[in-house]
């Protein structure tokens, strides 16, 4: 593969997981085109069913919750039910020389949609490709998506206070996860430049099990399985004290990590009632947590929760405010850094930050287009593929785009 041209990536995708790996393609300065079906009689919703959840923007298929895994991208639809269509993705990856192709459909349709690797690879035989799927090719015919998944392995069966309902995370984090992962492990393919191509296969479920390197190893060791993994709240498992605590105007978290830290802050004026020998360790403090916890509370308490901050900041210890996402966008660290696009009616919006500066973001004062809507690249993208307008119409009669 030669590097020094721009990376190209044909992404069939829907949902979260996917799209936000190639989001972040798109943030190194990749050219990302999406995949989707396209509109049917009677199918009131074609293409990413994404395009239709969240707030209504005027436009019926760019809501909310599909623009910001979506900027920076084009779109294209093709049916890939018919082999015409089939035939189409052929040449579109020969002709615009794709370097990358990816997908998160269930894996049993691979083959019926003529999407698989040993085919897709007759168009270029070094072609990257990679699948994201709920639980690999060994499920085919696995559905997964992500709150479910955090169920199946163990993620909600974690969270939560010890006496209530088992909860998911906030945010999709298998979703998250298995995008990321899918990221890098096409990196490490373009970084290999292996001749004949490369087929990867992202399962979702496994992901999230190499995630549970704090909570699986412990199998092996724990004397108390049923103490080790109940739903700890906002307790820290096994470092003690980390937990959330009630301030004069709002809450703080605090998180002792070790030893010295514990001795820097039970030493500090004020809290020197939290100090003794039983606590001076870890194991000690474990013994005592729930006092701890209640000690630290009724201190914390008489601060305001700017006050406590800054008194653990002096000490250098792990201290937060308990922010809102409204307050996350507000902090300067972040709101300088949030990537920006512009709607169709010509509203700026501040969406949110890659995971790091690229030189592509700052070239571009961190503003991306807007996500793309269902097709809108179709005349462009054929039309570099080698067919004319009129070949493309007739495409756009007979229902294959």
Request: charged share 25%.
């Amino acid at each position: 593969m030669d590097l020094d041209k721009r990376i190209t990536i044909l992404s069939l995708e829907q949902a979260l997981a996917l799209p936000f790996a190639t989001q972040r393609m798109v943030q190194q300065g990749w050219r990302v085109i999406r995949i989707e079906t396209p509109s049917e009689e009677g199918v009131e919703n074609a293409g990413d069913p994404n395009r239709y959840i969240g707030a209504d923007l005027g436009f019926h298929d760019l809501h909310s919750y599909y623009i910001a895994p979506n900027i920076g991208k084009e779109a294209i639809t093709i049916n890939l039910k018919k082999k015409e269509g089939q035939a189409l993705l052929l040449k579109i990856i020969k002709e615009l020389k794709v370097d990358v192709f990816m997908c998160n459909t269930l894996p049993k349709r691979h083959h019926q949609l003529g999407i698989d690797f040993q085919t897709l690879k007759e168009a270029n035989p070094d072609l990257i490709w990679c699948s994201i799927s709920a639980m690999g090719p060994d499920y085919p015919s696995r559905a997964g998506y992500d709150p479910a998944l955090q169920a199946l392995m163990g993620y909600t069966f974690l969270t939560g206070e010890p006496d209530g309902k088992p909860v998911p995370c906030g945010i999709p984090i298998i979703d998250l996860k298995a995008g990321d992962e899918a990221f890098t492990q096409v990196i490490l393919a373009i970084m290999a430049k292996k001749i004949g191509g490369k087929e990867i296969h992202i399962s979702m479920a496994q992901c999230a099990a190499s995630w549970l390197i704090t909570a699986l190893p412990q199998l092996e060791f724990a004397k108390k399985e049923e103490e080790l993994f109940a739903r700890s709240g906002n307790e820290h498992r096994s470092f003690i004290p980390c937990n959330v605590y009630p301030t004069s105007d709002g809450m703080v978290y605090l998180a002792i990590g070790n030893d010295s830290q514990w001795a820097k802050f039970s030493s500090q004026k004020g809290f020197e009632p939290l100090a003794s020998e039983s606590r001076e360790t870890n194991a000690g403090r474990m013994l005592e947590k729930e006092n701890i916890y209640r000690e630290i509370g009724e201190h914390t308490i008489h601060y305001s929760t700017q006050e406590f901050v800054d008194l653990g900041l002096k000490l250098n210890l792990s201290v937060s405010p308990v922010n809102t996402i409204k307050e996350v966008a507000s902090l300067e660290f972040i709101s300088s850094k949030l990537i920006r696009t512009q709607l169709p009616d010509g509203k700026s919006v501040s969406l949110f930050p890659s995971a790091i500066e690229t030189d592509f973001l700052k070239s571009r004062n961190n503003t991306l287009s807007c996500a793309p809507r269902l097709g809108q690249h179709n005349q462009e993208v054929l039309q570099e593929a080698g067919y004319s307008k009129l070949d493309i119409d007739i495409m756009e009669q007979n229902k294959l785009i």
